[in-house]
């Protein structure tokens, strides 16, 4: 029934009892009674009206929601009559209930929303772990040929497929648009359950070496490359130069998360939204290496009611049988590591993410908490009301409803204006989603979202509702009415209820403070720290050489030589330099060197990271030789080598390692390196932790497609992009170089998830400090109040105004003193949690943990003396007098 | 009065629904003279309260038993609002005149046994 069609009824039963009352004025009349008496008798005979009107409601079968409305009004003009303690209220509300929205948001998109494939619960990731290189690498990507051995006999997976991300140039025209290709096997479509929407898939046939020349395109690429063209099955396309034909193209639902950077979340994320699906064929060579090709992001399909346990138990005895045919130079205990697909693809976004969920909802609970205070004091204020209505009859139902509708209005403001901040919130939040998982299109608020706000605005009503419902089904009306009216104060219950809540505030707020003290001091030393090499004045940029005009490392190493050579030349350049990859954004290949004379098998060997440098590297970001010397453009197409600290320390433990020789590979083919120089130890490839034994190798030796160019000038860097660019281009105006930026800009990137998880917690904290303070002043401003007349009697009698304060301020400070040891309680008790994700910072940090103690005891003084300041300011004789 | 009250209170909400019904069987009717005519016919023993006879008459009407429309009293000049029995209202008078005969029966039953032997 609509709200109009009520009002029309209700009139109608008004007119309908009003006419009959006339009907029974009329007969009481015709009675013999005189005007006046008879109307009257009619009004008893008929009783109540309102009452009767209200009956017949209930037999309408709306009273419930007439008494919501009411409910609605009543409180609205309760709270209409104190817009300070609304707009209090609905603030703190919206805060708490916004924050934990927008944050559960990001964290349900990264961890809990389904993966866009059917049966996504099955997939899982596949790597491989061996023992022996466990203390470098936890686990490495697949090998081919243990792959195909895992797929004739392994019998937990429905399907499994190998795959290899990177981007190639499309097209032959001058400028060659870099597309991202992943290859894959062609189990690819079973495993993920998915079928090209036009065309077909690629075969097994397709996928053998020599024969992989077909594609299939993104819905995204075909429409907008090739417009849309409906005629493109069956047409040429040219892939790194090479010519593929066109067989299908995916659905347009159909997004594969990027296989790159799923580990790091602070990757800028340059990853390209990939492009052509192509078979991945292994050559014979490949699959015949039973170690040396552990290269490829595995991706598997589990039966149905296959468990990942079982699933790895099935691989683990197929390694065990590969590891134990292994030749006896290659011997390596082998198994695997299986991860739920989503998981892989969450990498270690999870603890911060938590952590930051577990702040915004001690947000959320201190903001109930202040209102649950606010709630309190007004419900002691209006104590004689309530203690009315229950001598006239309220039941203890209707108390209780009492207490609610004014906190569930309010959180339902709150819950609305949360989802206003949350939905603004939530945007930006798009780039603290990890790489990987950014392949679902933007971040926004959704229904979930919005259930999850409605959801906390009925706990935080409950919440804080609870306790001032509480109190006033507690009153027991006779004892207040008796008491001598104004001059009752609070109950000493009560207070205990308020003093408690004032001390959970602060807990939740000391752990708040410490946890953002915490990652903002490891924030400030990983900026700090020394990183071993610098980057005042140096710019930096990424160069893609197309694979057909540089497939050998002769061209590539000619490009570089060019393009430093000139670059050398540019007016400001005090150095230039080429490597594998810039700072922090890469750590090279991985291999074993071999010391002469060491004639273990390969895989006991230790190993090492490779770095191809040019020559200028090391000057060029200021890394320090400790000895030996640098290469040199005369040393070209020598073997030498630089090692690290670490390196030198493995290797020739207790000798000096320059002009001794080292190799890799296979002696027989690759010559031995000579080693010409050391190099300090720094962090060049992750800020938290020193680079792992590096070995650098010139570049004349071996180069790859993608390189990272450094320059350090002697003027403002910024004025370097374009010169830089149009040197590359000089040499060669079809290599791309998508990236032109400064390497402290680089560095700053690197830490951009730890500052945005930083700022958001200081937002957190700093919001809970201020709430804390609130909840102190209020409660104190209210005792004060309260006591005015015994504050007045005590300076009455001598009491100086010193005590006074001391008064107030214990009063205050006794909540605040004993919240904050429960906030190092529980800031002790989550200390495992935070601990990984700090750098040489400890989570019982003496200096922090008593800094955010007294961050919270200055607040609660600050919100202490307002309020003493004006009990002491108490004239006795004016409060003696006012009752 | 004591007595009556108690007596009030036990009249239950299904009779007073057709008590309504079976006044109604007469004519179309306003509330007051339903209230009246039970009262009258009682010799004033079910004093009609309002405060249920209100809720009762809408409630039959919304169950479809009654409708109610304003029309001019035939005596006076002014409109009441009647209300007529419906075939349906018919019906479930029948069906709560049986109920109510077996439940009085079965009543009688139990409270006189010697008559029904005899």
Redesign the interface.
């Known amino acids: 029934m609509h709200w109009w069609q009520i009002k029309k009824r209700d009139a109608?039963?008004k007119?309908?009892?009003d006419?009959?009352l006339e009907?029974?004025e009329e007969e009481q009349r015709e009675n013999g009674l005189p005007l006046e008496e008879a109307r009257y008798a009619a009004r008893r005979a008929?009783?109540?009206k309102t009452?009767?009107r209200e009956?017949?409601h209930?037999?309408?079968?709306w009273a419930a929601f007439e008494r919501l409305s009411q409910d609605i009004r009543y409180a609205l003009r309760q709270l209409r009559r104190s817009p300070g303690f609304t707009a209090v209220a609905v603030m703190t509300l919206a805060l708490g209930i916004g924050a934990t929205t927008a944050i559960f948001t990001l964290v349900y998109d990264v961890m809990l929303r389904p993966l866009p494939f059917t049966k996504a619960n099955q997939l899982v990731t596949v790597e491989e772990r061996v023992l022996e290189w466990s203390n470098i690498y936890p686990t490495l990507p697949v090998s081919a040929n243990h792959f195909t051995f895992w797929q004739r006999h392994s019998r937990s997976f429905d399907s499994m497929a190998l795959m290899q991300e990177f981007p190639v140039p499309l097209g032959t025209n001058d400028r060659p648009q870099q597309v991202s290709v992943v290859w894959a096997t062609p189990g690819i479509f079973s495993v993920l359950q998915v079928q090209p929407w036009m065309g077909r898939a690629f075969t097994v046939s397709e996928a053998q070496d020599g024969s992989e020349h077909v594609a299939i395109l993104m819905y995204d690429l075909w429409s907008k490359q090739f417009s849309g063209d409906p005629g493109i099955l069956g047409k040429t396309i040219r892939l790194n130069g090479s010519p593929y034909t066109v067989v299908g193209v995916m659905p347009p639902w159909f997004h594969m998360p990027s296989l790159q950077g799923s580990e790091t979340i602070g990757e800028a994320n340059r990853s390209r939204p990939l492009g052509v699906l192509a078979p991945l064929a292994f050559s014979k060579e490949r699959l015949a290496e039973e170690m040396g090709d552990l290269n490829y992001f595995g991706l598997a399909r589990l039966k149905p009611g296959i468990s990942i346990t079982a699933a790895t138990a099935d691989l683990d005895a197929l390694q065990h049988t590969i590891g134990a045919n292994l030749p006896a130079d290659e011997k390596a205990t082998l198994s695997v590591a299986l991860t739920s697909f989503q998981d892989t693809l969450v990498g270690n976004n999870r603890k911060p993410l938590v952590i930051l969920l577990a702040a915004a909802v001690g947000l959320l609970l201190v903001g109930c908490v202040n209102v649950t205070n606010l709630l309190l004091a007004r419900a002691v204020g209006r104590k004689q009301q309530l203690a009315v209505a229950a001598a006239l009859g309220a039941s203890r139902a209707e108390m209780v409803r009492m207490a609610l509708r004014e906190i569930a209005v309010l959180a339902t403001a709150g819950s609305g204006l949360g989802i206003v901040l949350a939905a603004s919130m939530v945007p930006a939040m798009q780039r603290y989603l990890p790489s990987a998982l950014d392949f679902r299109g933007p971040l926004h608020l959704d229904w979930m979202g919005a259930g999850c706000a409605l959801l906390l605005a009925v706990i935080a009503s409950l919440l804080a509702g609870a306790a001032p419902a509480l109190m006033i089904s507690r009153t027991a009306p006779l004892e207040v009415l008796h008491s001598e009216s104004r001059l009752a104060g609070e109950s000493r219950g009560n207070r205990r209820v308020r003093r408690t809540l004032v001390g959970i505030e602060v807990a939740v707020s000391v752990a708040l403070v410490l946890m953002t003290g915490l990652l903002t001091a490891s924030l400030v030393k990983l900026m700090t720290v020394d990183r071993g090499f610098t980057t005042e004045r140096t710019i930096t940029a990424t160069v893609e050489l197309p694979m057909q005009s540089y497939h050998d490392d002769q061209r590539r190493a000619a490009f570089y030589k060019a393009v430093l050579e000139r670059m050398q030349r540019l007016p400001g350049v005090e150095h230039a330099a080429f490597a594998s990859a810039l700072p922090l954004e890469g750590d090279g290949w991985g291999d074993m060197a071999r010391v002469e004379g060491d004639n273990r098998p390969s895989t006991q060997l230790p190993l090492e990271s490779f770095r191809w440098v040019s020559t200028d590297y090391f000057s060029t970001i200021h890394l320090e030789l400790i000895a030996g010397q640098t290469f040199s453009q005369d040393d070209w197409g020598k073997n030498l080598a630089l090692v690290s600290e670490k390196t030198a320390k493995a290797l020739w433990p207790g000798k000096n390692p320059i002009g001794l020789q080292f190799s890799w590979g296979n002696p027989a083919t690759e010559k031995p390196f000579t080693v010409i120089g050391i190099v300090r130890d720094a962090r060049t490839v992750s800020l938290a932790k020193l680079d792992p034994m590096l070995i650098y190798v010139p570049y004349w030796y071996r180069t790859e497609p993608t390189a990272g160019l450094m320059v350090r000038t002697r003027q403002e860097p910024s004025e370097m992009a374009d010169p830089i660019r149009k040197t590359i281009w000089s040499v060669d105006s079809n290599v791309p170089v998508p990236e032109v930026r400064a390497l402290a800009g680089v560095i700053t990137d690197s830490v951009a998830n730890e500052r945005f998880e930083m700022y958001l917690l200081l937002l957190f904290a700093a919001s809970a400090l201020f709430l804390a303070g609130l909840g102190v002043y209020g409660v104190v401003t209210y005792s004060v109040v309260q006591r005015n007349r015994e504050i007045g009697l005590r300076m009455a009698l001598g009491a100086r105004r010193a005590t006074v304060y001391r008064l107030v301020l214990r009063d205050g400070l006794l909540p605040v003193a004993v919240g904050a040891v429960g906030g190092m309680v529980l800031a002790f008790g989550s200390a495992r949690l935070v601990s990984s994700l700090l750098f040489q910072v400890s989570p019982y940090d003496p200096a922090l943990n008593a800094g955010a103690i007294c961050v919270l005891l200055a607040v609660g003084t600050v919100a202490c003396v307002l309020p003493a300041r004006r009990a002491a300011s108490v004239d006795p004789m004016q409060a003696l007098r006012t009752e | 009065m004591a007595k009556q009250i108690q007596q009030r209170a036990n009249l239950l909400q299904g009779t007073l629904d057709m008590l309504i019904l079976r006044t109604l069987l007469y004519g179309p009717a306003h509330g007051h003279q339903i209230g009246k005519h039970i009262q009258r016919s009682t010799n004033d023993f079910l004093q009609m309260q309002h405060g249920s006879l209100y809720p009762a008459l809408h409630r039959v009407e919304r169950r479809g038993w009654v409708t109610s429309k304003w029309e001019m009293a035939p005596d006076r000049n002014r409109e009441f609002k009647y209300y007529r029995l419906t075939e349906k209202g018919r019906k479930q008078l029948t069906v709560e005149e049986s109920q109510w005969k077996l439940m009085a029966e079965a009543v009688a039953r139990v409270m006189w046994p010697t008559a029904e032997e005899s």
Do not use: K, P, V
């Open positions: 109608d039963l007119r309908e009892l006419s009959d009907l029974e008929f009783g109540n009452l009767i009956q017949t209930e037999a309408w079968g």
